[in-house]
T-cell receptor
Framework: GAVVSQHPSRVICKSGTSVKIECRSL??????MFWYRQFPKQSLMLMAT?????????EQGVEKDKFLINHASLTLSTLTVTSAHPEDSSFYIC????????????FGPGTRLLVL | DAKTTQPTSMDCAEGRAANLPCNHS???????VYWYRQIHSQGPQYIIH???NNETNEMASLIITEDRKSSTLILPHATLRDTAVYYC????????????FGQGTTLQVKP
């Protein structure tokens, strides 16, 4: 069964509103989680590293004030897309390390965001 | 992390072995080879990883050449459900966990 869940699975919102996406690790703790974005017919692009109890680390070119990440517990990280615009429409995916071999990861099922 | 090169697409007949190549000629001694796949509209799925020895698990086998400059992922009996984009990633092990995805190989399994 799924070991990383995301909610919602899909969301439609109006331009200018904010959208929160949750990523949960099920039955295991994750001090670090990762957020990716994927546009149609493209590969996954790493957006940021979510760190439990501290600030997220953003990849170059990703606006930290637009994509707010909170990792408030060992099983939950949230990504909030603030003041969403149509160009933010994408497939957002989170992941968490399976074990101490951190590069082997569980991925969530993804959240499809459509901004009208 | 070392750069990888994969064919853009491949076809495979159902029930036959699917052999997906990956070139990583600049791999360094402590970098692992990781394979993930992404079925359409789903999150990626970890398949297998290795350092220098060949590896096998319930999903696939990973064959790494002796010079480590290339590898092959083998799905021994491909099914239609194996149709997906397969990503070969070369990276240091460790607790950063960052994965940088390339374009991958789209494998189409045909009946």
């Amino acid at each position: 069964g799924a070991v990383v869940s995301q909610h919602p699975s899909r969301v439609i919102c109006k331009s200018g509103t904010s959208v929160k996406i949750e990523c949960r690790s099920l039955d295991f703790q994750a001090t670090t989680m990762f957020w990716y974005r994927q546009f149609p017919k493209q590969s996954l692009m790493l957006m940021a590293t979510s760190n439990e109890g501290s600030k997220a680390t953003y990849e170059q070119g990703v606006e930290k004030d637009k994509f707010l990440i909170n990792h408030a517990s060992l099983t939950l990280s949230t990504l909030t897309v603030t003041s969403a615009h149509p160009e933010d429409s994408s497939f957002y995916i989170c992941s968490a390390p399976r074990d101490t071999q951190a590069k082997t990861q569980y991925f969530g099922p993804g959240t499809r965001l459509l901004v009208l | 992390d070392a750069k990888t090169t994969q064919p853009t697409s491949m076809d495979c007949a159902e029930g036959r072995a699917a052999n997906l190549p990956c070139n990583h000629s600049t791999i360094s001694g402590n970098e692992y080879v990781y394979w993930y796949r992404q079925i359409h509209s789903q999150g990626p799925q970890y398949i297998i990883h290795g350092l220098k020895n060949n590896e096998t698990n319930e999903m696939a086998s990973l064959i790494i050449t002796e010079d480590r400059k290339s590898s092959t992922l083998i799905l021994p009996h491909a099914t239609l459900r194996d149709t997906a984009v397969y990503y070969c990633i070369v990276s240091h092990a460790g607790n950063t966990g960052k994965l940088i995805f390339g374009q991958g190989t789209t494998l189409q399994v045909k009946p």
